[in-house]
């Protein structure tokens, strides 16, 4: 890598700071925020429109990030939780933490719900002769 393209790269980040500034901070719209970051860094409104999805694209990756590691505690209070329910013997204590557990995993089976025949039998009658 040539050092013209490490002081592109070093440029492009501190762009990257200005551009969450300007979302984040001083809650620009996607079209305020265009026009200004364009005229702040004499870019094309194109090359301003790339800046907003990376910056997008980056906060997006930040909290998956985030919401896996919270996740992963929270399963692992829940674990210890109920370590400690089956050593004391509390049924009752256990089998909620169970349920909260298959929950967060999404393994609990959906409820089914009517919304069209209020529980009445559907018959459908189709005649394919002309």
């Known amino acids: 890598m040539s050092k013209e393209n490490k002081a592109n790269e070093i440029e492009y980040e501190q762009r990257m700071e200005r551009a969450f500034e300007l979302m984040l901070y001083e809650k620009k719209s996607y079209d305020e925020f265009k026009k200004q970051f364009a005229q702040e860094y004499d870019v094309t409104t194109r090359q301003a429109e790339n800046v907003w999805k990376d ?12 919401q896996e590691e919270i996740l992963t505690e929270q399963l692992n209070r829940l674990y210890d939780l109920l370590n400690r329910c089956r050593l004391q013997g509390n049924r009752r204590i256990e089998s909620e933490v169970l349920r909260d557990i298959t929950k967060i995993l999404g393994m609990e089976a959906p409820k089914k719900v009517d919304l069209t025949s209020n529980g009445e039998t559907i018959s459908i009658n189709i005649n394919i002769t002309e």
Request: aromatic share 8%; net charge positive.
């Open 55 to 66: 910056v997008r694209n980056r906060l997006k990756e930040r909290y998956s990030q985030n």
